[in-house]
């Protein structure tokens, strides 16, 4: 068997959230077509663990991991570097706290992507190990993340090499750059030298693999070249029988995401602001549940603005919970594929989204979803399709429908393999 080794920045299990569930579905379906490799990351004994947990389930996968980092540094006084440590973890906590106090805080631009997207220099013996792993003989290495993309300039010359780019960056600065109070000449700057890092780091990698048709068209004129460029969606998992029966919704909304992804945090703070004022006003009744993990001081300040809101945090059995309820995806920023609208479609609910939101989705407005794009369409489209019970069982038939058609999950795995079979047949 071909062998392949996946370096990714996150350990993708346990199962809490669509891009862990996408990789492991990924894996669980290759590992008996291919000799797989993961090379990994735990930044904390908890990961560690993660990560055994993960060799029991995939006893015919290597595993490459890296921990010596999470060695403290040698230090005069062990107690005192450990006391400094903490103190600095609450200095920044309560610097926070007063800065989320402020009105005129502009968060799109203090939690911008933007500022981070230039070349950052990794761990340097994290580069030793990664630079002594991929030299073992492997047929393709696959980079995934933004955060590695600096590792094309490091594999070798005679393996075929593959970035995955689950979200283009250039096009995510964008968006979030629209959101800033004002932009600055020096913020014009910046996002054209990170612009250009992340086309010569794109360029460095002999394949790329988009997450959608939209993003590989991005991503053919951004890199200058039509060959080598691959869609290939993530794989969401259906649910059939009696759990995929359809539940009318009268009042409850449901939005998945953690607050770590900005897009996901801009999300739910424009629907807290603008979205749910206007709702009240109308005479809806509504409760707005947000499923993922999210920090205190943020849940805090939106539940005091929407007290319509329920952070729900980790929901084991995911599709059950949705059930009787209308997912809204009031995204403003980012690319890639929204890995909550699919599964939110599994799980036979009626879709809100912007156009943003489903873009690289082929889902049609009015037939298999509804978008809207200002505060005031959103408004108008969750009243009448909460009160129209018969347009959200259209909805989630044909929206089921075309997922099984568009992504079925045996098609998107197959189509996987497929590319990697083109690449391995790649003599360039």
């Known amino acids: 068997m071909k062998k392949i080794l996946y370096i990714i920045p996150y350990v993708p299990y346990p199962l809490t959230s669509g891009g862990n569930q996408a990789f492991f579905h990924m894996i669980d379906y290759l590992r008996d077509k291919m000799d797989i490799s993961i090379l990994l990351y735990p930044i904390n004994k908890a990961q560690e663990s993660d990560v055994e947990e993960l060799k029991k389930l995939w006893d015919n996968v290597d595993f490459y991991v890296f921990t010596e980092s999470m060695k403290d540094p040698e230090v005069r006084n062990p107690f005192y570097y ?117 086309r010569s780091a794109l360029q460095s990698f002999k394949h790329i693999i988009a997450l959608t048709e939209t993003d590989r068209q991005l991503l053919t004129g951004f890199v200058g070249r039509e060959k080598r460029i691959y869609a290939s969606p993530a794989v969401v998992q259906m649910i059939a029988g009696e759990e995929g029966k359809f539940v009318p919704a009268t009042r409850r909304l449901t939005f998945i995401g953690s607050e770590d992804h900005y897009p996901n945090l801009d999300a739910v703070m424009w629907f807290c602001k603008e979205i749910a004022p206007r709702l009240r006003k109308k005479g809806a009744s509504f409760a707005f549940q947000v499923i993922g993990k999210w920090h205190t001081v943020y849940a805090k300040k939106l539940s005091d603005s929407c007290p319509e809101l329920e952070f729900v945090g980790y929901i084991e059995d995911l599709h059950a919970f949705l059930q009787g309820s209308v997912s809204v995806v009031p995204v403003r920023i980012g690319s890639g594929m929204r890995m909550k609208i699919l599964d939110a479609i599994s799980s036979r609910i009626p879709v809100v989204t912007t156009t943003k939101g489903v873009e690289g989705i082929d889902l049609r407005d009015g037939e298999e979803c509804l978008k809207a794009d200002s505060a005031d369409e959103f408004v108008d489209t969750i009243i009448r399709l909460l009160g129209d019970v018969n347009l959200q069982e259209k909805l989630v038939n044909q929206a089921d429908y075309r997922l099984r058609q568009l992504y079925n999950p045996q098609k998107m795995l197959d189509r996987r393999l497929e590319i990697y079979n083109q690449i391995l047949a790649d003599k360039g």
């Open 82 to 198: 450990k006391w400094l440590k903490k103190a600095r973890l609450s200095v920044k906590r309560k610097m926070r706290r007063q800065l989320l106090v402020e009105d005129k805080w502009d968060i799109a631009r203090n939690r911008s992507t933007l500022f981070v997207s230039n070349f950052k220099p990794l761990h340097k013996k994290y580069v030793r190990f990664i630079s002594k792993v991929v030299k073992q003989g492997f047929d393709i290495i696959q980079v995934e993340f933004y955060e590695l993309i600096s590792l094309g300039y490091l594999l070798p010359e005679d393996v075929q090499t593959v970035f995955v780019h689950h979200e283009l960056r250039y096009v995510r600065n964008e968006n979030e750059m629209l959101l800033f109070n004002q932009v600055n000449d020096e913020e014009r700057m910046l996002f054209r030298i990170a612009k250009n890092f992340e």
